[in-house]
């Protein structure tokens, strides 16, 4: 494997999936973030700073600058995401717009930049970190789950034609709650941190995802939620509203 783009890997399944590249010798890892890079880079990490966010056209025209010196990409993992909970009349509308443009419109733009620069390499992956939420519904975060759900119809749209064009593989990841920084903010009142998936044993399946396949669902729990989501729609969604939007602060 060539090099690796990663968006969001500061903090959570982003981290996890930083630091697993660098552990197998993938360094340096490329990685776009709002944040600022860990002084602890020791040359392994190619941090670049730039907000998922932003819409205006000079900051994407200059990332397709940078990133055209430092590709093509074998693998990308688009993994920056943003939560927002609560009723949805409650939120302010500025939160749902930036939850949509991060998760969403974000990687919409990045997607079309890498493959407008040919920046995606032949026989490589282009991974979309969506969510379980696709599978099950997700109420109590209906900006969250729509946003995912568009990123999951992105890559099925692209999967076949970025198979046929460049033998690239277009892989969908599902998880379930993470034990993250960010899932805690918004997770329900009581809600256990151990129920939740290490973010390093997701990082694993991911990297190991075999080339070709199109789905991943982390863990036993998520698969057996999606199979009910698909199976019992109506009952999941009871379900999903009284351990979820019930319990919301």
Same mark, same amino acid.
């Given at each position: 494997m060539g090099r690796v783009l990663i968006t969001g890997g500061s903090s959570g399944l982003g981290k996890a999936l930083v630091d697993l590249c660098v552990e197998r010798g993938l360094a340096?890892?490329?990685?776009?973030?709002?944040?600022?890079?860990?002084?602890?880079?020791?040359?392994?990490?190619?941090?670049?700073f730039h907000?998922? @966010?932003? *819409?205006?056209?000079?900051?994407?025209? @200059?990332?397709?600058?940078?990133? *055209?010196?430092?590709?093509?990409?074998?693998?990308?993992?688009?993994?920056?995401?943003?939560?927002?909970?609560?009723?949805f009349e409650g939120i302010p509308l500025a939160t749902h717009l930036s939850v949509?443009?991060?998760?969403?419109?974000?990687?919409?733009?990045?997607?079309?930049?890498?493959?407008?620069a040919g920046l995606l390499a032949p026989g490589g992956r282009l991974v979309l970190i969506s969510s379980l939420s696709v599978f099950t519904g997700y109420p109590g975060a209906a900006s969250y789950a729509a946003s995912k759900d568009g990123l999951a119809s992105l890559a099925r749209?692209?999967?076949?034609?970025?198979?046929?064009s460049g033998n690239i593989s277009v892989q969908l990841v599902c998880p379930g709650p993470m034990d993250t920084p960010h @899932?805690?903010?918004?997770?329900?009142?009581?809600?256990?941190?151990?129920?939740?998936?290490?973010? @390093?044993?997701?990082?694993? *399946?991911?990297?190991?995802l075999p080339h070709g396949r199109f789905v991943l669902l982390p863990g036993p729990g998520a698969k057996l939620?999606?199979?009910a989501g698909a199976l019992f729609p109506q009952i999941m969604m009871r379900i999903m509203g009284k351990v979820l939007f019930a319990r919301l602060k």
């Open positions: 340096p890892v490329c990685v776009l973030d709002i944040d600022p890079a860990p002084d602890a880079g020791d040359g392994k990490l190619d941090w670049v907000d998922m @966010a932003d *819409q205006e056209a000079a900051p994407w025209a @200059a990332l397709s600058e940078t990133l *055209q010196k430092k590709g093509p990409f074998d693998l990308v993992i688009l993994n920056a995401g943003i939560n927002a909970t609560g009723r949509a443009r991060v998760n969403l419109l974000g990687p919409l733009r990045l997607v079309h930049m890498l493959l407008h749209a692209l999967r076949k034609p970025l198979r046929k @899932a805690a903010r918004h997770a329900p009142e009581g809600a256990r941190a151990d129920r939740r998936i290490d973010p @390093a044993r997701v990082a694993r *399946q991911i990297l190991e939620a999606a199979v």
